[in-house]
């Protein structure tokens, strides 16, 4: 399983959805969602500034994550960015693997 963060803001539709149902419900139709792409939800909090909520979900792969980006945000309900994010171990195998490069103009 690959691991995402989902971050994102709220529409004015949206945002009184998120009124009249509240953070619990919210919760559950983001546990739905991410759990119909054979996923889990690892944490899920509200915020306020930039984003209006923050998601970090396990998820079989990209594949996965943008159907789900993609599904919430054709709701027109919300904003949604996703970062992939890499365990230490990942970082120390690219690392390992010292490609070739050669910058511009060099």
Not at 22 to 38: I, K, N, Q
């Amino acid at each position: 399983m690959a691991k995402y963060l989902f971050s994102g803001s709220y529409t004015s539709d949206g945002a009184k959805g998120v009124l009249a149902e509240g953070g619990a419900r919210r919760r559950a139709a983001t546990d739905e969602l991410v759990g119909s792409l054979g996923g889990t939800v690892e944490a899920y909090y509200f915020g306020f500034g930039g984003d209006d909520f923050y998601l970090i979900a396990d998820l079989p792969g990209h594949a996965a994550a943008v159907a789900g980006a993609l599904t919430a945000a054709a709701s027109g309900a919300m904003r949604v960015s996703t970062t992939v994010l890499l365990t230490p171990e990942e970082v120390d195998e690219a690392v390992g693997l010292a490609p070739s490069y050669r910058p511009p103009g060099a």
